[in-house]
């Protein structure tokens, strides 16, 4: 079965930068895009970018441009999100999406950007 | 951007009391839309998509309907396990979530 295993919580200064992972198993992981979803308390959740697994690309909201990085090993199926010059607004659970593969969400990574 | 707008913000109803949950997209999503139920603590989880296609899976009392801009999610004996938040999300033109409907049962 499909399944979606990220890394877990951060608390981060701000101007600092956070990485998380997201292991995928269950299925082949180069076929199906992997979104990157964020939820800051209260909120909705908001689509932050996606990449195309097999062959790298990524693609950003423009609220993100410039200190957002999608990357990807495919040896180890395992997807990254690197968010920098990090602030307080930050704040929040962020899931990685596999919307292509029948909507399997990773369980959540609380980052907290505090002072 | 796609903004979907929910409403109401919070719904109590009783067990067994139809629940009706409204969504509506600042323009035309065709029928793109699926409905997600997040309970404290978890990830949110599909129940709808395509505007009216259960998920594998979902309970029957869950139906979806509508589209282009008006969309509805309606619960019609509702449990005390579907208290939860429930949201709309539309995957027409990148993807976007209304804010979310508390649905409270009494």
């Known amino acids: 079965q499909v399944q979606l295993v990220q890394s877990g919580a951060e608390v981060k200064k701000p101007g600092a930068s956070v990485k998380v992972s997201c292991k995928a198993s269950g299925y082949t992981f180069t076929s199906y895009g992997m979104h990157w979803v964020r939820q800051a308390p209260g909120q909705g959740p908001e689509l932050m970018a996606w990449?195309?697994?097999?062959?790298?690309?990524?693609t950003y909201s423009q609220k993100f441009q410039g200190r957002l990085t999608l990357t990807r090993d495919t040896s180890a199926t395992i997807a990254y999100m690197e968010l920098s010059s990090l602030r307080s607004e930050d704040t929040a659970v962020y899931y990685c999406?596999?919307?292509?593969?029948?909507?399997?969400w990773g369980q959540g990574t609380l980052v907290t950007v505090s002072s | 951007e796609v903004v979907m707008m929910q409403s109401p913000a919070t719904l109590s109803v009783s067990p067994g009391e139809r629940a009706t949950l409204s969504c509506r997209a600042s323009?035309?999503?065709?029928?793109?839309v699926a409905w997600l139920q997040q309970k404290p603590g978890q990830a949110p989880k599909v129940l709808i998509h395509g505007a009216s296609t259960r998920a594998t899976g979902i309970p029957a009392r869950f139906s979806g309907s509508g589209s282009g801009t008006e969309f509805t999610l309606t619960i019609s004996s509702p449990q005390s396990e579907d208290s939860a938040v429930y949201f709309c999300?539309?995957?027409?033109?990148?993807?976007?979530f209304g804010q979310g409907t508390k649905l409270e049962i009494k």
């Open positions: 999300q539309q995957y027409n033109n990148w993807r976007t």
């Open positions: 999406v596999c919307f292509d593969c029948g909507d399997y």
């Open positions: 323009q035309s999503v065709s029928n793109n």
């Open positions: 990449i195309n697994t097999g062959s790298g690309d990524a």
